[in-house]
C-alpha cells in the first residue's frame, strides 16, 4: 500500500476553534475522479464521511480550515480526552 498524500481540515464555527474543532477530516485523491475523505470520530479512528461535501454544498453550516498533519496529530489526543470526559460525565 502507497502513502497518501493527506489533506488536514478542521471542521469548525462559530461554537469551535481550528484548537478545538468539531473534527478534523483528512481527504486524499482524487482516486478515479472522486475525492475521498475520514473524518476523526468519537470511536477514536478514521472512518468514511461526506463533510467537506456537504459543507462545500451548504448541507452543513460549518467551515472546513486547513491545517497541518501536527495539528490533526494533536486533535486525535484532544478528542480522546473529549470522550473520556464524556464518558464520566454520563
Known amino acids: 500500500m502507497h502513502d497518501r498524500n ?5 471542521i469548525t464555527d462559530s461554537n469551535y476553534s481550528t484548537e478545538e474543532p468539531v473534527t478534523v477530516v483528512r481527504a486524499w485523491g482524487p482516486e478515479a475522479g472522486i475525492e475521498l475523505e475520514e473524518s476523526f470520530t468519537i470511536n477514536l479512528k478514521w472512518e468514511q464521511s461526506s463533510k467537506l461535501r456537504s459543507i462545500s454544498t451548504g448541507s452543513l453550516d460549518y467551515e472546513a480550515v486547513p491545517i497541518d498533519k501536527e495539528a490533526a496529530l494533536r486533535f486525535e489526543a484532544f478528542q480522546a480526552e473529549r470522550v473520556a470526559k464524556r464518558a464520566q460525565d454520563d
Request: net charge positive; charged share 20%.
Open 6 to 10: 493527506y489533506r488536514y481540515y478542521a
